[in-house]
Structure formats: structure tokens, C-alpha cells
């Protein structure tokens, strides 16, 4: 095992380029780039913080065979791409502050992939429905927190549509640390009450996400609060890298022909193409797949910003929670992963969403959320702008269970008429 510590890492500013050394940034510490970050309201953050590594160390020290042996999951099982300390002469790497038993509460599925046919296609999924809180986002908070217990920091705050949320509150009592909580009061009650139910502390804002953002910057600045909110904390972009280095376990160089990821704030997105680039830069993948990120008709601004360069807030709304940010963080990024990847950006109607939504779980049996659905979705609108390859190997991201918005799903299902006893016996003469 090589062990971690911050010289093998630096911070390198999205926007500006300048970098600096882990020291300069987690001392303070320090969320956007100090020299061009900024935080403004309804706006993409600017300077976000792109953590890099030594590559030729890890290229020496973490052979691709090895790697490929690791079962998915267990990000903290190849230390090297992460910025946390590891505990010395350990038979298994172990975050440095947890102890290796508490690891287990960490562990996601070990069978993420697998194939489904829906229609005259099939898929590959990755299925994040059975995370330790039900959806992607444990990726990025399990990370956060293993920073925060390293920090010997205990109260963490996050704004959320839900599921960042509820990954927080439930991953934050796991280890024994306390979470702050900020939603719009629109939050789908399943999400509310998952977060409640982990004992978090539950702030609603009257006003969309956008504004929960912003009141959860101004508070946990004023608090002192280590902040999760998604692209601010660059620990977020790096915890949703690992679902590309799970690709690289199911997959081989093999990878994926084409990737598709819902996108609201645009932080999986440039998670996944974070760790593919990393992946290129190592020598164990060739090519990019393309990425094709997947917008609801009400929350565009990426699929406008690719069409003009220029953003410009709207007020989002869909029914597809997940995915509602009228002015995406991490905007800049997400349109970098696009274009660097060959990728495209796609729009879905909320209508298109829960048809597909039902297709999922009627065909395989798997119960997604909206903001999942619109990954099928969104190969349906990319289909019909484009041929796909004979046998191209589509990856649709699953990146939330249907369990936490049941307002979604019974919108197309009717509950069936109660019967007695009698009645369905005569029903059935």
C-alpha cells in the first residue's frame, strides 16, 4: 500500500489554472480557487477546484492488473487517488480516523452492473438505487465525511434537492458526525423524512435550490461548518470519479460506447469524466467514451449554455427533483466534459421521464426515481437525432431509488377499486 499524504496531491483551478499545494488549501480552508473563486447567487460557481495526483507514482505503484482485481465499491482499497491520509502498515488501506470495521457501513453493492433489454435495446446499468442511502450521492458524502473526520471536524452542512441530503444525514450517522441540512420546501416527503429519520438537522427554505444553496453558504461560513455542497467542496467531484473507476473494473478497456447521466447541477458528469481523464492520463483506457448528459425540459441550463456559451438564469422546475438547478454549479466543468469527450447534451419532457420511468420498472423489475428515469429517456431523444453504432454499448446511470418520490410514481398509476371478500369471489365466477 503507498501510503497518501497531501505532498502527493495538489489543487489545480478549474477556471484559472493556478495550483496549489494541499496545505494552502485545506489549512483554511479554502472551497473555490482564492485568486478567481467566486460564489454568486444564481450564478455557476467560478474557480472550482480540480484535485490532481502524482500519475507517474501511480502508474509505477498500482499495477492495472491489480487493479482490476479490487471488487467495486470500495474506493478507499486504491489510496493513491485520493486526497485523504491512510492509516501505516495496515493489510488493507484504511482511512486514517475510522476504524476498519466502520468500512462496511461505507461499501456499496459488489454487483453495480449488469445487463438489461428494454424495447429492442439492450443496456448496461449502473445501479447506485442500492447505495448505503439509495442513490449516487453516498459517492461524493462518504468522501466528504472521511475529509471531515480527518479534519476532526464534526458539524457538515449541505443544500440539497434530497438525495444529497439524506446521503449526508445517513452516512453523518454512520460515523458519528453531525449534519446540517438545507432544502427547498418543494423536497418530495419520502426525501424529507429519510433525512429526519437519520437524525440530521432539517432546514427548509421557502424557495427553490438555488436559494437553499445560497443560505447554506452564507450560514455555514458564519458557523464554521465543513460544507458538502456539491462542486463548492471539490472532495464532491472527486467522490463521484469512483463510479468511472467501477466502469474500469466491470469493463476493462472495454468501456462503455456511450455514457448517459442525468444532470442537474452537473457534478456526476464532471465526476465521471474527472476519473476518466485520470484513467487516460494512467494509460489504462485508450479513448473517452462520449458522455451524454440528460436535462428535464424546466431545468436546461447546460443544453442552453452548449448552444450559446452564455448562461443565463432561469428558474428551473420539473417534477424530476434530482435534476432541478436553475444555475448548475458546475456548469463550466460539465460543458469541459462534453466537449472534451465528444458528448452532447439532451432534453426530456417530464411526460417522456415517467414513461420511461415505468418502463424500468416494468420491464426489469428495478424501481428508479425521476431523475434516474431520465437517463432512458435521454438515449430515446439521442436515438432519434443520431444512428447509433451497430452493437454500441450504451451505460445508463441509475442514480436513485424510486422509493424516495412516490408523488412520481403515482402520478401513472391508479389505485384500484376495494372489492369484499364476496364481491371478488363473484368477480371471479
Known sequence: MVENRPSNYLYRCFSCEKRYSAEEIESIPHYLCPSCGRAEKKKPLQGVLWIEYDYDMIRD????????SLPPGKFWLYPPLWPLAFSPQTEVPVPEGVKREQLKYLSLPSDLFFQIKIGDHCFWILDDTRNPTFSYKDRASELVVLKAIQRE?????????????????????????NANIWVPDSIPENKRLQIQAYGAHLHLVQGDYDMAFDVSLEVSGQKGWYNRNTAYNPL???????????????FGREMPDYIFIPCGDGVILGGIYK???EMLQLGWIEHYPQLVAVQAVGSDALVRYMDTHH???????????????????????AAKALEETGGRAVVVSDMEILEAQKQIAQKTGILVEPAAAASLAGFYRFRESRILEKNA???????????KDMNAIESWINRPEAKSPEDWLRYYQ
Open 153 to 177: 471536524t464534526r458539524e457538515i452542512t449541505v443544500a440539497s434537492t434530497g438525495n444529497a441530503g439524506s446521503s449526508l444525514a445517513g452516512i453523518c450517522a454512520r460515523l458519528g458526525l
Open 275 to 277: 476519473g476518466l481523464r
Open 393 to 403: 454499448k450504451v451505460l445508463l446511470l441509475f442514480t436513485g431509488n424510486g422509493l
Open 236 to 250: 464532491t467531484i472527486e467522490g463521484k470519479k469512483s463510479g468511472a473507476y467501477d466502469m474500469f473494473i466491470q
Open 61 to 68: 505503484t498500482l499495477p492495472v492488473k491489480s487493479f482490476r
Open 311 to 333: 448562461f443565463e438564469y432561469t428558474r428551473a422546475q420539473t417534477m424530476a427533483d434530482s435534476i432541478c438547478a436553475g444555475a448548475p454549479r458546475n456548469l463550466f466543468m
